[in-house]
């Protein structure tokens, strides 16, 4: 069974960076797109950006373009969330997904998730 593993969460104060990793653990999705999703507590899960693994375009919703980055690198097959100038209101759960789309911004076009990582930003 494929898997996305997640990985790099914690508690961390605000203004503060912190870099996600997201490795798939049983095959490569090099013709498929990642992205990123969070979800707070009592709130549905929300995209974030994602990246094409194909050429490295990435995409950022409006609200999180300048705090974080989306990258891959190849030869670690590792998709990676940097993200910057942390607030409390960052705190949730954080996914990586993959989809079979090139420009995927619901988690409907995503078949494949990892288990989660919690983020926590202390004020």
């Known amino acids: 069974q494929v898997q996305l593993v997640e990985s790099g969460g914690g508690v961390v104060q605000a203004g503060d960076s912190l870099r996600l990793s997201c490795a798939p653990s049983?095959?490569?999705?090099?013709?498929?797109?990642m992205g990123w999703f969070h979800q707070a507590p009592g709130q549905e899960r929300e995209f974030l950006g994602h990246?094409?693994?194909?050429?490295?375009?990435?995409y950022y919703v409006e609200s999180k373009k300048g705090q974080f980055t989306i990258s891959r690198d190849n030869a670690k097959n590792t998709v990676y969330l940097q993200m910057y100038s942390l607030k409390p209101e960052d705190t949730a759960v954080y996914y990586c997904?993959?989809?079979?789309?090139?420009?995927?911004?619901?988690?409907?076009?995503?078949?494949?998730w990892g288990q989660g990582t919690q983020v926590t930003v202390s004020s």
């Open positions: 990246i094409r693994w194909s050429d490295g375009r990435t």
């Open positions: 049983a095959r490569t999705f090099s013709s498929y797109t």
């Open positions: 997904a993959a989809s079979p789309y090139s420009a995927p911004t619901t988690e409907y076009e995503y078949d494949y």
